[in-house]
């Protein structure tokens, strides 16, 4: 009894790892409790299991999500019945007595959600951004000579919620379509926390809309060994991506940007180059592991990306990239920014001054490096995220200026631009602008940020840094053979966009072949065991 008493409380003190036996041990008793249950309550078994995973992860956790979802929960409420009093309060009136009633209510709720919404963000930044501001506090009174206090005794207290940035922009987004009448309010508490925590999504993404999440996770799903077969493969995939190249490739990384005064310029790119196809694998690999999981309980969670390395501008890049994310932005930050009366004066000014063209890139400006700035420090509480948006922000910028002129350019000269040759070459282009992009994003601060740049002044390529990366010629083998998996998987992605579906229509021997050739790359292969820490994914700090 005792040693079963120390069993549960060892798996309730630390966190559930996506990649481990004790996830894998989650989900399994999850689907046989959610598949025993009566599909009427079959609801209650997730909710109950997501409190199990969030309590992994501190009781703080719990209670922040919890009280996150209370607020939502209360304000959506509350918008519902003052849309029905406002209704009642119309009835007779004449068209000039409707709208000052509308005005009146309207205002009440502007009022609510503004305050919702500062409570929540208020909230966020004070565990994700109190370190960052102080930081830069202390720096800037270090300067002036007023002395210095110590930041980490006043954040040490402060606790570490597990995907507090993610579920946090859900209750926005939910709070703001109600707002909106999009739909109306979930009159059940622990249905609208079963949206906000469940945890296939609430920890790295995707950032789900209620509208769509919410009608699968209530209905009760039936078991199906399609949907556990599928579900098993995807989880596969994303164990290979994870195990086999993103650790093994954090190895590089690692090495490469936390000596990089070692590394001339050419080898600063190429460690950008890999960390930007370990972020890539690292995050799609958790997409992966949690979809496959969602998808045994029947839940379709929405695809985050979508082939980015393969886009020919910057633009696409991001709208193949944490596809929910952008979304979310265009959605609740780019368009009320867009017809903002501000940008509108701003844009009627720029075209009567500059006309229609020049005076539409000076109106667009304001929202798309609003979106950036707010989307850097979204991702980390650092001036180099901060410099990162902004970079990714001018980018865009600079794609919407010249994207009219060089097409015009290239029918004038008669240059050919539906040829392979000219897609490879913008393909190429944009993965080196994402390159660049990593190194803001990877830098530890603005001075390594300058530093990293400064090492592109050496040109110098010798045995030696490439043997200081931290690979053998072997581990470098495995990386080329398991990249060129990757790479041809990617391929028939995009052309056939449902891989897993067609490889479950090949003959039985040709499928068991893929599964034993996968699971064995990953047991001889994968970076693990007990003498390996854990790596954990790139997106779990955010």
Not at 5 to 31: E, G, P, R, W
Not at 103 to 108: L, T
Not at 112 to 129: D, R
Not at 144 to 169: D, K, M, R
Request: charged share 20%; glycine share 6%.
């Amino acid at each position: 009894m005792n040693e079963l008493l120390n069993s549960v409380m060892a798996f309730f003190s630390s966190q559930i790892a996506i990649v481990s036996f004790k996830f894998m041990c989650f989900v399994a008793v999850t689907a046989i409790l959610y598949f025993i249950f009566p599909k009427k309550i079959r609801w209650t078994v997730l909710a109950a299991a997501n409190t199990v995973f969030y309590m992994c992860g501190g009781i703080e956790s719990v209670i922040y999500i919890a009280s996150a979802t209370l607020v939502a929960y209360l304000s959506a409420r509350m918008f519902d019945r003052d849309f029905a009093s406002q209704k009642k309060e119309c009835e007779g009136l004449e068209r000039a007595q409707k709208k000052a009633v509308r005005e009146i209510h309207i205002k009440k709720r502007k009022k609510v959600l503004a305050a919702e919404t500062v409570l929540l963000l208020a909230s966020l930044a004070v565990i994700k951004y109190t370190g960052f501001f102080l930081g830069s506090v202390n720096s800037l009174i270090g300067v002036v000579g007023l002395g210095s206090f110590s930041v980490e005794n006043i954040t040490q207290h402060i606790p570490a919620i597990l995907g507090c940035s993610y579920f946090t922009l859900s209750v926005i987004a939910y709070s703001v379509d109600v707002y909106r009448q999009k739909y109306h309010a979930e009159r059940n508490y622990i249905k609208l926390y079963l949206f906000v925590s469940y945890f296939p999504h609430a920890v790295q993404g995707p950032i789900e809309r209620y509208d769509y999440l919410q009608p699968l996770l209530i209905e009760g799903h039936s078991f199906s060994f399609e949907n556990l077969k599928q579900g098993a493969m995807l989880i596969l995939w994303g164990f290979f991506k994870k195990l086999v190249i993103a650790d093994r490739l954090n190895i590089v990384s690692t090495k490469v940007f936390s000596d990089y005064e070692k590394f001339s310029g050419p080898f600063i790119l190429l460690g950008a180059a890999v960390f930007s196809i370990q972020l890539y694998a690292d995050w799609t690999a958790y997409c992966d592991i949690v979809g496959g999981a969602s998808r045994i309980f029947g839940i379709e969670i929405t695809r985050n990306f979508k082939r980015p390395y393969f886009s020919q501008t910057m633009p696409e890049f991001w709208r193949r990239w944490h596809i929910s994310m952008g979304t979310f932005f265009k959605d609740y930050v780019l368009y009320p920014v867009s017809t903002s009366k501000f940008s509108l004066k701003i844009n009627k000014k720029a075209r009567e001054k500059l006309g229609n063209n020049a005076g539409r890139i000076v109106a667009s400006a304001l929202p798309i490096l609003s979106v950036w700035l707010l989307t850097g420090l979204w991702h980390g509480a650092s001036w180099t995220f901060v410099l990162w948006g902004l970079y990714q922000g001018v980018l865009i910028m600079l794609s919407v200026i010249f994207e009219n002129p060089l097409k015009k350019l290239c029918e004038k000269l008669r240059f050919k631009t539906d040829t392979f040759s000219w897609r490879l070459f913008r393909t190429l282009r944009t993965f080196f602008l994402c390159c660049i992009g990593r190194l803001f994003f990877k830098a530890g601060s603005v001075s390594e940020i300058a530093g990293l740049f400064g090492r592109f002044a050496s040109f110098s390529v010798t045995t030696k840094q490439f043997s200081d990366m931290g690979l053998q010629n072997k581990e470098w083998a495995v990386v080329i053979a398991a990249l060129a998996i990757f790479l041809i998987y990617s391929l028939l992605e995009e052309k056939y966009d449902n891989v897993e579906k067609r490889l479950d229509a090949q003959p039985i021997i040709v499928k068991w072949a893929v599964l034993i050739f996968i699971i064995m790359f990953i047991v001889v292969f994968g970076v693990y065991g007990s003498d390996e820490k854990y790596v954990a994914f790139v997106y779990e700090q955010f």
